[in-house]
């Protein structure tokens, strides 16, 4: 793992170089990732401007940032995303805003399908699902805890809605499109920061 881990970290982006290279793609009507379609296109604009009013108007909670101010440790979160991705463009704004509050972390962000070891080693119910936040402590160099794709509340919604009707179609996208618009951030910040408090507590039992 070790080695995926660092072979990742090198073709990491900053959050805003990662926002820039997107947006140059899309400017070239391409997209990021191997595959390209006149969707995926779509999807990727779509995901501009959400985005945006993400990022200027996300706001991270007063509990939340106490408790990241209150970890100990320094920590990188290597983030797997995609331009295209419409979890990925509601959360990852959220991790940045977290990531920005404490100088205990750095967020770097890496294309998935530039990164199929590292991906191949997080694969939820085997899929290669986005985003995928994997926690890093920086002094031991050692992964700690990974998050995502999505909140439980998220992750739930999709899976009954499956379960009903069999497909996951565009009604089922804007449904879970909703349920973030709605949530505003609150549920993916508390899951975080309670993992975030887990691997602190789990880096004292071996210390």
Same mark, same amino acid.
């Given at each position: 793992?070790?080695?995926?881990?660092?072979?990742?970290?090198?073709?990491?982006?900053?959050?805003?170089?990662?926002?820039?290279?997107?947006?140059?793609?899309?400017?070239?009507?391409?997209?990021?990732?191997?595959?390209?379609?006149?969707?995926?296109?779509?999807?990727?604009?779509?995901?501009?401007?959400?985005?945006?009013?993400?990022?200027?108007?996300?706001?991270?909670?007063?509990?939340? !940032?106490? $408790?990241?101010?209150?970890?100990? +440790?320094?920590?990188?979160?290597? @983030?797997? =995303?995609? &331009?295209?991705?419409?979890? %990925?463009?509601?959360?990852?704004?959220?991790?940045?805003?977290?990531?920005?509050?404490?100088?205990?972390?750095?967020?770097?962000?890496?294309?998935?399908?530039?990164?199929?070891?590292?991906?191949?080693?997080?694969?939820?119910?085997?899929?290669?699902? !986005?985003? $995928?936040?994997?926690?890093?402590? +920086?002094?031991?160099?050692?992964? @700690?805890? =990974?998050? &995502?794709?999505?909140?439980? %509340?998220?992750?739930?919604?999709?899976?009954?809605?499956?379960?009903?009707?069999?497909?996951?179609?565009?009604?089922?996208?804007?449904?879970?499109?909703?349920?973030?618009?709605?949530?505003?951030?609150?549920?993916?910040?508390?899951?975080?920061?309670?993992?975030?408090?887990?691997?602190?507590?789990?880096?004292?039992?071996?210390?």
């Amino acid at each position: 793992m070790k080695i995926a881990v660092a072979q990742s970290i090198l073709k990491s982006h900053s959050y805003d170089k990662y926002r820039t290279i997107v947006s140059d793609l899309l400017i070239a009507g391409k997209v990021s990732g191997n595959e390209q379609s006149q969707d995926l296109v779509h999807y990727s604009e779509l995901n501009e401007v959400r985005m945006n009013r993400l990022d200027k108007k996300m706001v991270v909670t007063e509990e939340v !940032i106490k $408790k990241i101010m209150n970890l100990k +440790k320094n920590y990188l979160w290597l @983030v797997l =995303s995609e &331009g295209w991705c419409g979890d %990925a463009a509601q959360l990852l704004p959220i991790i940045n805003k977290m990531a920005s509050v404490s100088q205990h972390i750095e967020l770097k962000v890496a294309f998935r399908d530039e990164n199929e070891s590292l991906m191949n080693l997080f694969l939820t119910n085997g899929n290669k699902a !986005i985003p $995928k936040l994997i926690i890093i402590d +920086k002094e031991a160099e050692e992964v @700690v805890g =990974s998050w &995502g794709p999505r909140p439980k %509340a998220a992750a739930d919604l999709i899976k009954s809605y499956k379960q009903q009707y069999g497909v996951i179609d565009e009604t089922a996208k804007t449904e879970l499109q909703l349920w973030y618009l709605h949530d505003k951030g609150i549920s993916t910040q508390n899951e975080i920061i309670e993992l975030m408090i887990q691997c602190e507590q789990l880096n004292h039992q071996t210390l």
